[in-house]
């Protein structure tokens, strides 16, 4: 009886074996195609056929965005250098593929398989280190050769002193002064191999010169696989979904995304256009400028001023129908003041709208005054206070 218990337990034990040890090695060593991509990023942004590059994925975000710059940091791990990314779906874009710039949408990114920290070009100065996106096509080999050229805009540079913080965004110098640092810098060739998904990657700067430069430890972070699309940093772990991607499926299919626009398509949608600097923003911006602002587009040359005495208010506005309503509601000063302005038609309109004593105070005319009168006249009947505007 015993027997016979033991061998019903131990045919249970290989049972339920068989059932979980296949299910285990199936999602560790198994694979996905591009159609992960596809599908995950789809939410995120739009999918665009690019006849270069292919099916190429721009992301909603707002204009100014940076691959390896916006919304991120550098954390150190077992791997190197590893770009953190705080959007949801940064375990991909940064991870795989290529970054390039165009010049309608900006940042775009074109898949690939290849899984590493973070795919840029690094350099190093005496106070800075620096990166900036590999593009498209590019190898390792060739991004770090003397022939490959990233634009100086491209290029990120941080002090020293700050790299391993999590707000490094707080701390990027001016890309104005790129082309300064970049030509007092060097290259950072610190590649290494990646044996179990064979990849050649860049680590980037050494450990121990940051430490020495920042004048602090930094603690090495593991990488750890995920299960499910996404990345977290907890408990000195970077828990980050990195399946190994196939360009095709296992039946042999090319995967496509299920919604891809059209290049002029996409021109036409507003929603697109955040890309570049809004135009709507920017209009609003010049309509609620301060009253400085407005002063400055329509102060008038000191000249002009000091012949039409016009106090600050009356410079201002220069649009005709609202100084036709100044005109006939303005108490009897500022009627003096428009007196001197070269519009004959305004000016004897005044003449009849004015009291009884500052008709007196001016000579009669029956015919228009000649040009060289009317600037005698001006100058005789201005009061003294309009005289110092």
């Known amino acids: 009886m015993n027997t016979f218990i033991k061998i019903i337990v131990l045919f249970f034990v290989l049972f339920i074996g068989t059932c979980i040890i296949p299910q285990k090695a199936s999602a560790q060593g198994g694979s996905v195609s591009f159609q992960v991509f596809y599908d995950e990023l789809s939410p995120y942004g739009t999918w665009v056929y690019n006849p270069k590059y292919g099916y190429v994925w721009m992301p909603d975000v707002d204009p100014g965005f940076t691959p390896y710059a916006t919304n991120g940091y550098w954390v150190y791990t077992d791997m190197g250098w590893t770009w953190v990314s705080n959007y949801s779906w940064g375990w991909a ?33 005496a106070n800075y280190y620096g990166w900036a996106p590999i593009g498209p096509g590019i190898s390792l080999t060739v991004a770090y050769g003397n022939n490959y050229y990233v634009p100086y805009n491209q290029y990120t540079f941080i002090s020293g002193a700050h790299m391993g913080r999590q707000n490094i965004n ?17 290259v950072i060739n610190n590649t290494r191999i990646d044996n179990r998904h064979h990849v050649k990657y860049n680590a980037g700067p050494d450990r121990h010169e ?9 603690t090495p972070v593991a990488v750890k696989e995920s299960n499910k699309p996404g990345q977290k940093v907890s408990n000195n772990q970077l828990q980050i979904y990195r399946p190994k991607v196939q360009k095709t499926t ?21 929603s697109q256009q955040q890309h570049q600097a809004q135009p709507p923003k920017q209009q609003q911006q010049h309509q609620a400028q301060p009253p400085k602002q407005q002063e400055q587009r329509q102060a008038q040359p000191p000249k002009q001023q000091q012949h039409q005495a016009q106090p600050p208010k009356q410079q201002q506005q220069t649009q005709p129908p609202k100084q036709q309503e100044q005109h006939q509601a303005q108490p009897p000063k500022q009627q003096q003041q428009q007196q001197h302005q070269t519009q004959p038609p305004k000016q004897q309109q005044q003449h009849q709208t004015q009291p009884p004593k500052q008709q007196q105070s001016q000579p009669k005319q029956t015919n228009p005054p000649q040009k060289g009168e009317k600037e005698k006249e001006s100058h005789d009947t201005k009061p003294p206070k309009n005289i110092v505007g």
């Open 250 to 270: 296992t039946k042999g299919q090319r995967p496509a995304p299920s919604k891809v626009a059209i290049y002029k398509e996409v021109k036409q949608q507003p």
């Open 210 to 218: 940051i430490e020495k430069r920042a004048g602090r430890p930094i």
């Open 170 to 186: 707080n701390y990027y110098i001016d890309n104005s002064r790129n082309v300064t640092i970049i030509n007092n810098s060097t």
């Open 93 to 125: 874009p940064f991870h795989y593929g290529r970054w390039y710039t165009d010049p309608y949408y900006g940042p775009m990114w074109v898949p690939d398989n290849e899984w590493g920290p973070g795919w840029v070009t690094w350099r190093r100065s």
